[in-house]
């Protein structure tokens, strides 16, 4: 996600992402950023045109931050210990195996159950689903169709078929 990819003249931003998996169809994909979100986002705003959110940047503040916890003066062979050419060095973006991985890190890091990044948009998409219904839910998770958000999206509805149960027999 970078400043120039959202869109921010109204109340509700919209973000477009550059890359995403039906681009290659030709298709755009929106996402709109309510209140809440831009509250959170705005912390990141950056003016260079990078990401907001780059392994790169976190890695170099990681190791920034650690300089400045140490107790005891650096030695000269430590002062930069880092490989000249890696095999494998933090991008400039997170992508969707590299975000999801983070996420894995951190949950093993503080004991918290595992989860992935979907999980956060199919339990939005039910919400909205239960609440507003199958339309809203629809537009909001980008389907073309009804059927797609039902079959992915819709829950069984148990107090409906006990109803139906009790009084059909």
Wanted: hydrophobic residues 35%; contains cysteine; glycine residues 4%.
């Amino acid at each position: 996600m970078t400043m120039a990819e959202i869109d921010r003249t109204a109340d509700v931003w919209l973000y477009k992402p550059g890359q995403h998996k039906n681009a290659w169809r030709e298709m755009e994909r929106k996402i709109y950023i309510g209140p809440k979100a831009q509250e959170i986002i705005s912390k990141y705003f950056r003016a260079d045109g990078k990401p907001l959110f780059s392994p790169a940047d976190w890695m170099l503040e990681r190791r920034e931050l650690r300089r400045s916890k140490r107790k005891s003066k650096v030695q000269p062979s430590q002062v930069d210990r880092r490989t000249e050419n890696p095999l494998v060095a933090p991008g400039d973006r997170y992508t969707k195996d590299s975000y999801t991985r983070a996420i894995a890190r951190a949950c093993k890091k503080h004991g918290i159950p595992h989860w992935s990044p979907n999980q956060v948009r199919k339990t939005k998409a039910v919400e909205v689903l239960e609440q507003l219904g199958l339309d809203f839910a629809r537009a909001i998770v980008g389907h073309h169709d009804d059927e797609t958000t039902t079959r992915y999206y819709a829950k069984e509805d148990k107090a409906r078929c006990m109803q139906v149960a009790r009084a059909m027999g």
